[in-house]
């Protein structure tokens, strides 16, 4: 038997909105690629094509943003320099060890618009002492995230432009086709470190431009194709 008191503090499975259909997408995992466009890694004092790095969010640490709708991201505590990276996020429909490049893609259940929110002062600070950077990446509220648009509608997403606004003035801008590893080589390479499962969520990095925000901001993410995601700080 379930003790009364777990039963109380359990949290239900975070689950995003399917688009074109009352499904929801349910979530295990959330993955995250680090320094994935050429230009972004170049911000960041890198250059050449280093193997992927990978990062993760708790699922429940997503902010779930209906199509159509503003979501409102808490500003967090501990911080004084709150940084925006727009992403595109791959949600799969299945998985595996070691799966092929080649194979990859059929993994893919759908594509949506995530916000990987930084604390960067904290991350900064754990950068310098070696330490990991759950304080900068993985705090409650930290993956604004839209709904999943399923790639029986989208098709295979391989370029296409993303971009974001902070209070109607450009910040980010690129193209889906100047990651420095594509989609189907990040999931074949994270399938060797982990046995990716269906429900996990991939965001696959970020281009160069990004910076802070206060409360007060509205940011508006966008990927061709795919709406936008729009957020306000309070």
């Given at each position: 038997?379930?003790?009364?008191?777990?039963?109380?503090c359990s949290t239900p499975v975070v689950s995003l909105p399917v688009v074109g259909s009352d499904a929801q997408f349910p979530?295990?995992?959330?993955?995250?690629?680090?320094?994935?466009?050429?230009?972004?890694a170049k911000e960041m004092g890198f250059t050449g094509r280093e193997d992927p790095f990978f990062f993760s969010k708790p699922?429940?640490?997503?902010?779930?943003?209906?199509?159509?709708?503003?979501?409102?991201?808490?500003?967090?505590?501990?911080?004084?320099?709150?940084?925006?990276?727009?992403?595109?996020?791959?949600?799969?429909?299945?998985?595996?060890?070691?799966?092929?490049?080649?194979?990859?893609?059929?993994?893919?259940?759908?594509?949506?618009?995530?916000?990987?929110?930084?604390?960067?002062?904290?991350?900064?600070?754990?950068?310098?002492?070696?330490?990991?950077?759950?304080?900068?990446?993985?705090?409650?509220?930290?993956?604004?995230?839209?709904?999943?648009?399923?790639?029986?509608?989208?098709?295979?997403?391989?370029?296409?432009?993303?971009?974001?606004?902070?209070?109607?003035?450009?910040?980010?801008?690129?193209?889906?086709?100047?990651?420095?590893?594509?989609?189907?080589?990040?999931?074949?390479?994270?399938?060797?470190?982990?046995?990716?499962?269906?429900?996990?969520?991939?965001?696959?990095?970020?281009?160069?431009?990004?910076?802070?925000?206060?409360?007060?901001?509205?940011?508006?993410?966008?990927?061709?194709?795919?709406?936008?995601?729009?957020?306000?700080?309070?």
């Amino acid at each position: 038997m379930i003790d009364d008191r777990l039963r109380v503090c359990s949290t239900p499975v975070v689950s995003l909105p399917v688009v074109g259909s009352d499904a929801q997408f349910p979530v295990r995992r959330v993955y995250c690629v680090g320094r994935n466009y050429v230009e972004h890694a170049k911000e960041m004092g890198f250059t050449g094509r280093e193997d992927p790095f990978f990062f993760s969010k708790p699922a429940d640490a997503l902010l779930v943003i209906p199509d159509g709708t503003e979501g409102k991201m808490p500003y967090p505590s501990k911080t004084q320099n709150l940084h925006y990276e727009m992403e595109l996020v791959v949600a799969l429909g299945k998985g595996g060890c070691d799966i092929p490049v080649e194979k990859a893609n059929e993994c893919i259940f759908g594509y949506s618009l995530g916000l990987d929110m930084t604390r960067r002062d904290l991350q900064g600070e754990a950068k310098k002492q070696g330490r990991p950077w759950e304080v900068g990446k993985a705090f409650d509220h930290g993956g604004p995230i839209g709904p999943v648009h399923p790639v029986s509608q989208t098709g295979i997403l391989e370029k296409g432009a993303i971009a974001l606004t902070v209070n109607g003035e450009v910040k980010q801008s690129s193209d889906l086709d100047k990651l420095i590893w594509s989609i189907p080589e990040s999931i074949a390479y994270l399938s060797g470190l982990f046995e990716l499962k269906a429900g996990d969520l991939i965001f696959t990095g970020t281009p160069e431009g990004v910076g802070a925000v206060v409360k007060g901001d509205r940011m508006v993410g966008t990927f061709e194709g795919l709406g936008q995601l729009e957020v306000v700080m309070v």
